[in-house]
């Protein structure tokens, strides 16, 4: 099965039919695994037992910009590419990754409270990240509020593109600013500095997280698809009582004439 | 709250942390969940009521 075949719904809802279960399956393990490892990760000498709120704080915080970036592409999908499931792919994931943003605000502020001494400080990686979690509110609105999927694609694709500008101001405004958040210190030049006591419980969860997110998405994207369904199948049932009213109304006419 | 671990003097913390991570998850798999059966229910409904799909297909026939 090729990409193009894919961009077929039906052909789609076919294939993650069957992709569904074994992925549920796979997250169940990975999430069950990496709880298990996070549990047993040795205390770090400096934050204590809250390293365990890490192992959450940053497959969260990864996952809110991975999925923002995943609707830049389909908005590209959608503006020029024009494929069938662009928007589709868009719409789906905007929920997950406002409750992953949400996820990665909150772990943080319960993770700051004990260690920074507030559980909120205005400095540039939270406000960014506090910037992101309103974008993906608002996008959730947007498509809400137009009826039309087709117009609100466009609208909510070009909202997304623009939105984009924020993930490198989040990636890299501990490096632009002076802030309390720390740099850096998985993804970074000269490989993780992290002791492999906490790099394999959050690499275990952060792929946990990921496959939840595709297990979601996919889930998601059914859905907004039936959806779709329904919305077409409604608007032919409206067309076919509106035309049985019309032709009803003009031999009602002919009645009255030929009175 | 004790879950079996020693978490010191942040368990609280800890706990909220993954308590609030666990119900997240768990409103994620419901919105999912009742959407599909909503919208499978509203499929049934218009293939009852006579409509079909441009294919012939069974409106709620989502293979």
Excluded: C
Excluded at chain 1, 2 to 26: G, K
Excluded at chain 1, 102 to 112: E, K, M, Q, V, Y
Excluded at chain 1, 210 to 219: D, E, G, N, R, V
Aim: charged content about 15%; glycine content about 6%; aromatic content about 10%.
């Amino acid at each position: 099965m090729s990409l193009l075949d894919l961009a077929n719904p039906s052909r789609f809802l076919t294939l993650t039919a069957r992709l569904l279960p074994w992925l549920a399956a796979i997250t169940a393990i990975l999430l069950v695994y990496g709880l298990y490892l996070s549990a047993m990760a040795p205390d770090d000498y400096q934050q204590g037992a809250t390293v365990k709120i890490m192992f959450i704080h940053v497959p969260n915080a990864w996952l809110s910009m991975f999925v923002w970036g995943i609707m830049s592409v389909a908005s590209l999908g959608t503006l020029v590419w024009r494929h069938p499931l662009a928007d589709v792919a868009a719409k789906a994931a905007a929920p997950i990754g406002a409750s992953f943003t949400f996820l990665a605000l909150l772990t943080g502020s319960l993770w700051g409270r004990p260690m920074w001494g507030t559980y909120w400080e205005w400095d540039a990686r939270l406000t960014s990240v506090l910037i992101l979690f309103l974008m993906y509110l608002g996008l959730i609105a947007l498509w809400r509020a137009v009826e039309d999927p087709s117009r609100a694609a466009r609208a909510a694709a070009v909202l997304t593109l623009v939105g984009a500008l924020n993930l490198p101001i989040i990636k890299f405004s501990v490096d632009w600013w002076n802030t309390l958040h720390q740099p850096a210190s998985v993804m970074r030049m000269g490989g993780p500095a992290l002791d492999k006591a906490f790099l394999i419980p959050l690499l275990v969860m952060a792929i946990a997280f990921s496959f939840l997110f595709l297990t979601l998405h996919l889930a998601a994207m059914r859905n907004e698809i039936l959806r779709r369904r329904v919305r077409s199948l409604q608007m032919m049932q409206a067309r076919g009582h509106a035309s049985e009213a019309a032709s009803a109304g003009g031999a009602a006419k002919h009645v009255i004439g030929a009175v | 709250m004790s879950i079996g671990l020693d978490l010191g003097p942040y368990t609280s913390f800890i706990a909220t942390a993954y308590l609030a991570a666990a119900l997240v998850v768990v409103v994620l798999i419901g919105w999912v969940a009742i959407d599909y059966r909503q919208q499978k229910a509203r499929l049934r409904l218009l293939e009852q009521s006579g409509v079909t799909r441009r294919s012939g297909r069974a409106a709620a026939d989502i293979r």
